[in-house]
């Protein structure tokens, strides 16, 4: 087999010499230093990104002139030349060979004793996993391989666990609404690196099915008024799984920070001295009623959103109408909310929307106001999980006009005639902003 051997060099605290100033230069000199190596530049004149470089890293110095021969090698362990004279770049590429010190030239590879592949590098909490590709001399194919390589690496397929013992690690891993799709690409990639899986009830269950069988999975899920693995020992199982030297991914409905407590999470683990990582997730706080075509804010009608649990006191909100208020875990004390939120000031005739299950095959949505909203919940069967909506916005939600806009019965009456009377101010300004939008 003809070609360059493929292996690993340890640069950190060894010196390397780097002939030439350009941005050639600057970038493998930029790659250098990330590997701890102590580089000196030769060269008369430095590019923009060199010149910043040498303020920033003192493991970098410049010997401002042109090559001066051999000596400008002495006690190198690898040499790169870029100086854009092929004539200084093969002199540099003799001297080095005598020296029996390998050499990148990057003006002509065939010309020095070592060449730079493709590389790439997919962090892990042990350890980094890199890839490099060589392609027999041509650099944009090898970089296009080495591109595909690392997004396979980190779509999930590639098991990414370590074989050998190492220091166990936390990562709080947001799963989003409910549809694997909406995983981010680091929650994948932790999760083919983990041990062990805490999951909650909520996360994507085709996700744990394709877990391998070495893969433990803890359910810890909550559900109303049950709550079977209480938090704190959640809190032990995730600190002792990891000091017996696994890998834990927290796997979480929504975003772990958004009333998803995640910050106890993180704080226990840290106390107890474990490596923890967090990994946002899309909320359902904001995607859910999204999935339902509700936006949280939208011009002309909400500017502002506060993100609430039904479990709460929610005095101090704000009462109008063109500020949002989402509720998660609201459906049981749904009746009590709208009521409280009534006698704090909203008007009855402010839109309410429930998404249960969003982002699934059994997504439902019912639609109705304050004044009735927990009535048509009641019939319908509304139960967890669910994210409820309140405002003006939720008048964007499909099926608006079909559930509440228009026909008979409670709530379904034009906005601007259950009032019974002259409008107030306030109701004839909303009235006017949501006309104004539908004409718009």
């Known amino acids: 087999m003809s070609g360059p051997f493929l292996l690993g060099l340890s640069l950190s605290g060894r010196r390397v010499v780097a002939v030439g100033g350009g941005p050639v230069t600057a970038r493998r000199v930029a790659d250098l230093l990330a590997e701890g190596a102590v580089v000196e530049v030769v060269a008369p004149e430095l590019c923009p990104a060199l010149t910043t470089l040498l303020s920033e890293r003192t493991a970098l110095s410049w010997t401002p002139r042109r090559y001066a021969g051999a000596p400008d090698l002495d006690g190198a362990f690898l040499v790169h030349t870029a100086t854009g004279d092929p ?215 909400a500017r502002g959103f506060t993100v609430v649990t039904g479990h709460e006191e929610l005095p101090g909100l704000p009462t109008g109408t063109d500020h949002t208020l989402v509720v998660l875990m609201g459906v049981a004390g749904l009746r009590e909310t709208a009521a409280r939120l009534v006698g704090a000031g909203r008007p009855e005739d402010c839109p309410v929307g429930i998404v249960e299950r969003g982002w699934t095959a059994e997504q439902r949505v019912t639609l109705g106001t304050l004044a009735d909203i927990a009535d048509r919940a009641d019939q319908r069967g509304v139960t967890s999980p669910a994210v409820v909506v309140v405002g003006d916005v939720v008048t964007l939600a499909h099926g608006w006009a079909d559930q509440v806009g228009g026909g008979s019965g409670p709530g379904t009456q034009p906005l601007d005639e259950r009032a019974g009377g002259p409008l107030d101010a306030p109701t004839a300004a909303r009235l006017a902003r949501l006309a104004a939008h539908a004409v718009a």
């Open 87 to 301: 004539e200084t770049d093969r002199q540099v590429a003799a001297d080095a060979e005598a020296r029996q010190t390998f050499c990148v030239s990057a003006g002509d590879g065939a010309a020095g004793s070592a060449q730079v592949p493709a590389r790439a590098a997919v962090p892990t909490p042990a350890g980094e996993v890199r890839v490099a590709v060589h392609a027999g001399g041509d650099p944009r194919r090898a970089a296009s391989i080495r591109t595909d390589l690392a997004d396979h690496l980190t779509s999930g397929v590639v098991d990414l666990r370590a074989r050998r013992p190492h220091g166990g690690w936390v990562a709080l891993v947001g799963a989003g609404p409910g549809d694997e799709q909406l995983l981010t690409r680091r929650a994948t990639t932790l999760l083919a690196a983990a041990d062990v899986v805490v999951a909650d009830r909520l996360v994507p269950q085709a996700v744990l099915a394709r877990l391998p069988e070495s893969v433990r999975v803890v359910d810890v899920g909550k559900q109303p008024q049950h709550h079977p693995v209480p938090q704190q020992e959640i809190n032990r199982i995730l600190v002792r799984e990891a000091l017996r030297g696994h890998g834990v991914v927290r796997l979480k409905g929504g975003d772990p920070y958004v009333l998803g407590r995640g910050g106890e999470e993180r704080a226990a683990c840290e106390a107890a001295g474990v490596s923890v990582e967090v990994v946002p997730g899309i909320t359902s706080a904001v995607s859910v009623p999204a999935a339902a075509g509700i936006p949280v804010t939208h011009r002309g009608l």
